[in-house]
């Protein structure tokens, strides 16, 4: 059974916009989808920021490329908006041009919450705005703060780069001394003068070790171990053998508006301006006297300088079970079946108890009807339900002889282990859900992993 699954990647944190300006969200949130397309290519589709009010505040619609990719770069919070956070909504409805259900939105997805905020973070007493070791972040600069200079960097081929129009999501880990671990079920912040390294989430390529600089004014600070948080500028810094510092950048631009030290990536192109390898350069150094004591300081400019903002992921997974994937749902597949508890799974009367919206409305009466449950392809399986605060569904599993034949059957489910997925499916249309948990074997008994 091939799985659609779409994925939207977008920033943790936004920034207000002012007046007549607008502070794009940045980097700008990206749509993809995996599996069979649905007829997705000529779908419609339509991404809000929406208020935590319910208000609207701004909509984009996009295209899907042909890599079943869309990014949304014209999506703001607007000044007058009196929001503490946003939440993204994006809408795939069908053409105003075809004949069947014109316009009809089957699908709306809903991020998490968006902190939005005035400026850069500065406080580091509050842990909701802190970069946290293990989580995605994405890093990006402007040169003199114009919109249009912005890059992200990204990984091309294998080599890290900066791009106009692309962007990567990276986990940042903590690089600590041999003798040194993390202490584990606790958050880590990115320290200022901490080593860590950049492993693009997409295709694991990792960075060699960096120190994070702080940077202030332009000037690379000394590291004092506090936070890094949201929005903030930093600096990646390389110690070479011999002492120097160099800091991970972008080519810089001369004046007669050619690349100096240019290196181009795999795919890039100094005309196109599509992608450039990123370079480790010298900063400009200069010395001052603090305190009685004269030192060295590093001047940075833009090019050395990266904005940092931690990076959320809405994921969604669906299925046709009847295989064709021919066309989009006559009736909208949203909200999606939802777990509010663990299955619970009693060995005595081999059931499982699952607590959650598993109903969806009848297209003709309008009455709520139960999913129909599946264990990988058994099913539909018996089921009871017990109304109250939550509704609860007690689903009667097949047996093990039944499980172990099914896992030897579908080698695709074998493929994940020894394990089946929690599947429910729409009767009335074959639309199909999975959930988190599989049910697998352990010890000869039924589980729930």
């Not at 699908?107 to 905020?117: D, E, H, K, Q, Y």
């Not at 810094?237 to 510092?245: E, F, I, K, L, S």
Request: net charge neutral.
């Amino acid at each position: 059974m091939i799985m659609t699954t779409v994925v939207c990647l977008h920033a943790a944190v936004a920034r207000k916009s002012y007046g007549k300006e607008r502070r794009f969200l940045c980097p700008p949130p990206r749509f993809l989808v995996e599996g069979p397309a649905w007829q997705m290519k000529r779908q419609v589709l339509t991404m809000s920021v929406v208020s935590e009010h319910s208000e609207n505040l701004c909509e984009h619609t996009e295209p899907l490329d042909s890599n079943m990719t869309s990014t949304f770069k014209a999506l703001y919070i607007s000044g007058e908006a009196r929001t503490k956070s946003i939440q993204l909504s994006l809408k795939i409805s069908e053409p105003s041009n075809v004949e069947s259900n014109p316009g009809h939105t089957w699908a709306t997805f809903n991020s998490a919450p968006i902190l939005a905020i005035a400026k850069r973070s500065t406080t580091t007493s509050k842990k909701s705005t802190w970069i946290v070791s293990g989580k995605p972040v994405s890093l990006f600069h402007r040169i003199h703060a114009q919109t249009l200079s912005t890059k992200y960097m990204t990984m091309e081929h294998g080599t890290l780069s900066a791009s106009k129009d692309a962007w990567s999501a990276f986990n940042m880990q903590i690089v600590l001394p041999a003798t040194d671990t993390l202490s584990t079920g606790q958050l880590h912040p990115i320290t200022h003068g901490c080593s860590i390294i950049l492993t693009d989430t997409c295709s694991g390529i990792s960075s060699p070790p960096l120190i994070v600089t702080k940077v202030s004014k332009g000037t690379a600070c000394q590291n004092d171990g506090s936070p890094v948080n949201q929005m903030e500028k930093i600096a990646l810094r390389r110690v070479n053998p011999d002492g120097t510092r160099c800091y991970l950048s972008t080519p810089r631009l001369a004046s007669a508006g050619r690349e100096d030290n240019l290196q181009l990536s795999a795919t890039g192109s100094s005309e196109q301006g599509e992608s450039y390898a990123l370079l480790f350069q010298p900063p400009h150094t200069r010395h001052r006297v603090e305190n009685g004591v004269q030192i060295e300081v590093d001047d940075l400019d833009d090019h050395l300088c990266w904005t940092i903002v931690g990076i959320s992921k809405l994921q969604y997974t669906f299925f046709d079970a009847r295989a064709l994937n021919d066309s989009s749902p006559h009736m909208p597949i949203t909200p999606f079946t939802t777990l509010s508890r663990s299955p619970a799974y009693c060995e005595i009367r081999n059931t499982l108890e699952l607590t959650g919206n598993l109903s969806y409305a009848d297209p003709t009466t309008g009455e709520r009807l139960l999913l129909d449950i599946y264990i990988g392809s058994l099913g539909p399986l018996p089921t009871c339900t017990h109304q109250g605060p939550h509704p609860v569904a007690v689903v009667q599993m097949p047996s093990i002889e039944e499980v172990v034949r099914a896992l030897e059957k579908d080698t695709a489910m074998a493929a994940e282990g020894s394990s089946l997925p929690l599947l429910f499916i729409r009767p009335t249309d074959s639309v199909g859900y999975r959930m988190g948990p599989t049910i697998g074997l352990l010890h000869q008994a039924l589980r729930v992993l």
